[in-house]
């Protein structure tokens, strides 16, 4: 059947450069030429495409081609062809929508349609075959590259103050990517993340350049740098450091290659923890004899994206093609994507190495627009010390902020081993960084619910000072007696062992509580309500903002806004993360603190702090000496033995030494064990964010009023 199109373009609102595409089952089949600087465009052009079913609606969109940048979205309609008639030419106008204000007006086009036979010119049909064959082929990708621009070193300088306006352009095939222009720096920090797919012609290399942004002149080159995807294996995140040639520097980058449905090498039936030996290997090579080989290797994690329900409609047809993108820490994978679907099948197995075991897994689902970004449909937020291995369960989708339910219902089978030791050594080392976080932003509602949670905490210290000072002012005599016997012995008999012994009893206290069925967690139940209320004013909010313009203009107050709403979070989080401790929120954390404190509190009993002391002292001293010795002799051979306690001139050089550390080694890692161990233990916000929610087999429209993309 053939279908010759006529096209015009008016009735928009701004001068753009219009051009048009044509989809048919998700498949570009035709694309038309850009007119420039005009609202009622006139393309007068004439294409003949394959249809192979009527029941496929013809997709029609309108883009405003913007030089450098991502193309506008400007419209779309579809085009029903069962309802057309054969052998006759009709005018037909479609109103322009945007499913996402379908309120809005976006004006019209104007197509001249004529339905034929396939059997009809054979000249014609010919040109289509081959039309629609080159459009077929193209879309035989066999994989998809997900790259993380995450940030440049040692750039060349480029403008008179010794400093460049670097961003990086991504070439492969037809397909291209631009980054933002980070100002005024050497080592930029872009933090973006993009998709390309591989095609069956195209070579496997990415070219990468970088330029030095110049206003009002051309952009300087500051060099290339190329990846072959051929030396990458599949199903893994890379990171890679690549030196820029004909420039200076280094790029880092992320990188992973995920095969399509039709290619995969990961399938439901052929995963390592399915088969019984290749279990048995990995539980062996995680078990507690070798905890102390690989520190590193604390894990493993097996994902099993079996399938999704219900999903959120993202096209104007009542449909979505939706993909699913599976994260763990900073590596990246995901599934292909299903055509026009509400109930997609992925059936995808994806293997990760668990270096922290509190690392959390997350699982989004978004719908497919080559046009334009994905567009968001639900997530999930699963803690691997959350999972029950080999369960399929069913897991409610959240919004973007984890904090209130959307549409749909995700299918995941999730394995983990781990070594325990291995894990409870990687606690009291620093976090890994996630190099692609959402920038902050100002928001009323996040502000206020920062102030709250930080008087929530201070509300609880001044309550433990009222209720000691009760205890002088003799409130309640009973209890002042208690108070002055326990004051007594406790003074009387003091050991320094009895420091951590006394933070002892509050965990065990708490876990008898939890055991005997009382809930000790009522204020995570409070900040769950704050934030459903934060959900229901958050889009409000952003309108409200959107109308005023104020914090747009004001850049300066937005940056203090933000510094103030995070300084307020990270109080608050270290509060809620003490208290989270000791209730057992995270019970792997609570028992590690109990053998810290435990082994604590033995050394404290049998050995004298001033032994330990000075055996600290001592060990660092050596360690000094030894530095300051191989310096001067810079052979271990010939080191002088350590029979004599170094002089004077050695504290000197233990305090040049701490002075001069950072210039010595400015990649150096300054940790903290007790704040790294705080680190890993929840806030409020994020219990609240990691919860699963309730699956309701009966959902009313009413408690679906408030779903909405994120």
Not at 118 to 145: C, F, N, P, T
């Amino acid at each position: 059947k053939e279908l010759l199109l006529f096209s015009k373009f008016h009735k928009v609102k701004k001068v753009i450069d219009p051009y048009v595409k044509f989809k048919i089952a998700g498949k570009e089949v035709f694309r038309s030429k850009t007119i420039h600087k005009n609202l009622n465009p006139v393309w007068d052009e004439r294409v003949s495409l394959l249809v192979e079913t009527l029941r496929d609606p013809l997709y029609v969109k309108v883009f405003d081609y913007d030089f450098g940048l991502q193309d506008d979205f400007m419209g779309s309609a579809y085009l029903y062809l069962e309802s057309l008639e054969h052998q006759r030419a009709l005018d037909v106008t479609l109103d322009l929508k945007d499913p996402q204000y379908p309120e809005h007006n976006l004006g019209s086009l104007e197509l001249s349609v004529t339905l034929t036979p396939k059997e009809g010119d054979v000249r014609d049909a010919y040109q289509s075959m081959r039309l629609s064959d080159v459009h077929r082929k193209a879309q035989l990708w066999r994989g998809i590259v997900s790259i993380s621009l995450i940030e440049g070193h040692g750039l060349q300088p480029m403008d008179a103050n010794g400093l460049s306006d670097p961003y990086v352009k991504f070439r492969m095939g037809h397909q291209k990517y631009k980054s933002k222009t980070i100002s005024k720096t050497l080592n930029p920090q872009w933090r973006e993340q993009f998709d390309f797919h591989l095609y069956d012609e195209q070579g496997g290399f990415v070219d990468i350049t970088v330029w030095d942004k110049d206003a009002g002149k051309k952009d300087d080159f500051m060099g290339r740098c190329t990846i072959d995807l051929s030396l990458l294996s599949k199903e893994h995140t890379h990171k890679l450091d690549l030196p820029l040639e004909e420039g200076e520097g280094v790029l880092v980058l992320l990188v992973t290659l995920t095969a399509s449905a039709a290619v995969s090498i990961s399938d439901l039936s052929v995963n390592m923890l399915d088969d019984p030996h290749e279990r048995h290997q990995i539980k062996q090579r995680y078990s507690l004899w070798r905890s102390f080989h690989n520190l590193k290797d604390v894990g493993v994690v097996q994902v099993k994206v079996i399938r999704a329900e219900g999903l959120m409609a993202a096209d104007v047809t009542g449909k979505s093609d939706p993909f699913c993108v599976v994260e763990l820490s900073n590596d990246r994978l995901q599934t292909h994507t299903v055509y026009k679907n509400l109930n997609p099948e992925w059936n995808k197995v994806f293997t990760f190495n668990v270096k922290d075991i509190h690392s959390v897994l997350e699982v989004t689902v978004y719908d497919e627009d080559r046009d334009r970004s994905a567009d968001f449909l639900g997530k999930v937020a699963i803690p691997l010390l959350n999972i029950q291995n080999g369960e399929r369960k069913a897991y409610a989708l959240k919004s973007k902020e984890l904090t209130g339910p959307t549409k749909g219902v995700i299918f995941l089978e999730i394995d983990v081993i781990f070594n325990a030791v291995k894990a409870g050594l990687r606690t009291l080392i620093p976090i890994e960084q996630k190099y692609i976080e959402e920038e902050p932003r100002v928001s009323k509602q996040l502000l206020l619910r920062n102030f709250t949670r930080v008087r929530r905490c201070i509300m609880v210290l001044i309550n433990a000072g009222c209720y000691i000072n009760s205890c002088f002012e003799w409130d309640s005599p009973q209890r002042s007696i208690c108070a002055f016997v326990l004051f007594v012995v406790v003074v009387w008999n003091f050991e320094l062992y009895m420091i951590p012994l006394a933070l002892l009893l509050p965990l065990a206290w708490t876990y008898m509580l939890i055991a005997s069925g009382k809930d000790t967690r009522q204020d995570v139940e409070a900040v769950e309500d704050l934030l459903e209320d934060e959900d229901e004013d958050f889009d409000k909010d952003d309108k409200d903002s959107e109308r005023k313009g104020f914090m747009n203009k004001l850049y300066a107050i937005q940056d203090v806004c933000i510094s103030v709403q995070n300084a307020l979070d990270e109080v608050a989080s270290y509060g809620e993360r003490i208290k989270n401790t000791f209730n057992w929120t995270v019970p792997f954390l609570s028992w590690l603190a109990i053998v810290a404190l435990g082994v604590a509190t033995i050394i404290l009993y049998f050995i004298p702090l001033r032994y330990i002391l000075l055996a600290w002292v001592y060990k660092n001293i050596q360690i000094l000496y030894t530095q300051r010795q191989y310096n001067k002799y810079k052979d271990v051979s010939v080191f002088p033995s350590f029979n004599s306690y170094p002089s004077a001139p050695t504290f000197l050089s233990a305090g040049v030494n701490k002075f001069t550390k950072k210039l010595r080694d400015p990649y150096t890692i300054d940790n903290n064990e007790l704040l790294d161990f705080l680190s890993r233990v929840p806030s409020d916000v994020q219990v609240v964010q990691y919860r699963e929610l309730k699956l309701d087999p009966n959902p009313s429209p009413n408690k679906r009023k408030k779903n909405n993309p994120g």
